[in-house]
């Protein structure tokens, strides 16, 4: 399994749960994933590629589910814009 397949895998659980203190095994997972790729640039497609194979799992999402989905997205923006503003 690919590094993005796993995170993607943990994502999906844990948007499934919706468990807000469960929000820092999320960033973990995605922070591991960073982790795995060499440069700016290389890591801003993989977490475009990671927010376009979580739009199903948001999508699905309600309630809590939906709120942690909407978190896992902010941090991934984040990460975009850190990483934007760092090249």
């Known amino acids: 399994m690919t590094p993005i397949d796993t ?8 948007i499934a749960v919706g468990e807000v203190h469960q929000i ?3 960033e973990q997972a995605i922070d ?3 982790a795995a790729n060499i440069g700016s ?9 990671l927010e376009g194979k979580l739009i199903s799992a948001r999508r699905d999402a309600t309630g809590q589910s939906a709120d942690f989905a909407d978190t896992v997205f ?6 975009v814009r850190n ?3 760092s090249t």
């Open 7 to 14: 995170c993607l895998q943990t994502l999906k659980v844990l």
């Open 24 to 26: 820092v095994l999320a």
């Open 32 to 34: 591991g994933l960073m």
């Open 41 to 49: 640039a290389h890591k801003i497609e993989t977490l475009t590629v």
């Open 74 to 79: 902010a941090y991934i923006d984040k990460l």
């Open 83 to 85: 990483l934007t503003t």
